[in-house]
């Protein structure tokens, strides 16, 4: 029996068609941050919108903005509807989270992270209402809205900033979750029950005693006493691991928290006006009611911040959140490299206390740490004393000791850290820690 090859069979051409077209049908559009246009994005959960619809949430690795998937039009028109109907000027109401109200639910997205609120269209713009397997414990989850919300409003006419609002709704709605607000008695049990640690005990007090102030309410607040601890003070091995082996932006930010000691929330305000290229200063704008302050940054941060694109007004994206995903998972893979778990301690306050520990540590001067944190009170800086000491007792004081006969010299010694101490026989005497 004979087979004829040069005529192919009709079935397996048929299926062979078929997968051809399988394997070169269109994928769909590639997800591109709608803010810098870069395609490194990282998958970050789903969002289920109110007409069943499930989308995907993306992270850009360039900017940290936080998207959904731009291919969906539904979710588009629902997140312009909330942003342009919602406004601080007036209170806001919210509707039952059943109904068609233009709100994205967010049972997938950042699970465990109550409070999600986004400055959009002028307004501040619910992200995540109460799901219904987080029922509270008294009232619906509209009224505790419509009071939650209220309250945001009045909190914001009293003066305090937004992300004061954030961290008391925060904290409120996982109150509401587990206790009636409206029962001072039952949040007090609940407080005297529960596992929390007493700093974050006393948080909780402060938050509802400010609520129930709003309210109308009174309450005999109880008093929790936390046991103070130190700060964690990493080796400068281990942050500069973690800056080498971040992105390129990620990796500017933090050498900028390592180099200035600011907070976190005064990095991601800065503008590209702030930075003086030639003079190497940048200017920090104060938060938290600490003092404006102007400080030195080094010609390696200045290469860095250089070759960061000028898209916007500010150098970082100010969303927090953001960017503490993109750290946590770089400091994750880092550590785990590096076979040090040590790495997973670090924070990115973690490197404010670093730079003050060894800012003292060098200089021995604590008003100049007052200064360079930009703390009103002495006492919030007197800890670093402390830290240094348990850092540094068993080690000797030692120096390198340098001596200069011309003023040349002496430019050269002070350019490169070293402190004058004395003359002897017409030669000047520096000297720097080791």
């Known amino acids: 029996m004979s087979i004829d090859v040069s005529k192919p069979d009709d079935d397996l051409e048929k299926g062979l068609a078929e997968a051809r077209g399988k394997h070169d049908a269109p994928r769909g559009p590639k997800a591109r941050c709608p803010d810098c246009g870069s395609t490194r994005v990282w998958r970050n959960g789903f969002r ?7 989308v995907q949430v993306y992270i850009c690795a360039s900017c940290y903005r936080k998207f959904t998937d731009p291919s969906n039009n539904s979710n588009q028109n629902l997140n312009r509807k909330t942003a342009d109907s919602h406004n601080l000027s007036e209170p806001m109401e919210v509707k039952d989270l059943n ?35 987080e029922r509270p414990a008294g009232g619906t989850e509209t009224s505790i809205e419509n009071l939650l919300l209220n309250f945001a409003l009045w909190l914001r006419k009293q003066g305090r900033s937004e992300d004061t609002v954030k961290l008391y709704i925060r904290n409120l709605r996982k109150l509401a979750r587990s206790v009636d607000l409206s029962d001072p008695e039952a949040v007090k049990e609940f407080l005297a029950k529960t596992g929390l640690s007493e700093s974050t005990k006393n948080t909780y007090v402060a938050v509802y005693s400010t609520f129930l102030k709003f309210t109308g309410g009174r309450w005999e607040k109880p008093n929790y006493k936390p046991v103070e601890k130190m700060p ?13 082996g971040s992105g390129k ?7 900028l928290l390592k180099e200035t000691g600011c907070r976190i929330g005064e990095a991601l305000r800065l503008k590209w006006t702030d930075v003086d290229f030639e003079r190497r200063v940048v200017s920090i704008t104060p938060e938290k009611g600490s003092r404006a302050r102007i400080l030195p940054i080094s010609e390696r941060l200045v290469g860095m911040l250089n070759k960061l694109p000028k898209k916007s007004e500010t150098i970082f994206a100010p969303k927090s959140h953001s960017i503490e995903v993109i750290f946590n998972r ?5 550590a785990e490299k590096l076979n040090n778990p040590r790495i997973l301690k670090i924070t990115l306050h973690t490197f404010r206390h670093w730079k003050a520990t060894m800012e003292y540590h060098k200089t021995k001067d604590i008003i100049h740490v007052k200064e360079l944190l930009g703390h009103k009170s002495i006492e919030n800086t007197m800890v ?27 430019s050269k010694l002070i350019e490169a850290g070293f402190e004058y101490v004395t003359t002897f ?10």
């Open 48 to 54: 289920r919108l109110v007409n069943g619809e499930r």
């Open 99 to 133: 109904s068609s109200n233009g709100y994205p639910t967010s049972e997938d997205e950042d699970q465990g992270k109550a409070g999600a609120w986004s400055e959009t269209g002028g307004g501040l713009v619910l992200e995540k209402p109460l799901q219904k397997s």
């Open 232 to 244: 964690f003070i990493p080796t400068e091995e281990e942050l500069d691991a973690l800056i080498a």
């Open 249 to 255: 932006k990620t990796a500017t930010l933090l050498q």
């Open 330 to 334: 770089k400091r994750r893979v880092i």
């Open 384 to 410: 670093y004393i402390n830290v240094e000491k348990a850092l540094f007792q068993y080690k000797n004081d030692e120096f390198y000791c340098k001596t200069a006969s011309s003023i040349e010299e002496a």
């Open 425 to 434: 026989n017409g030669v000047l005497m520096f000297r720097k820690r080791k």
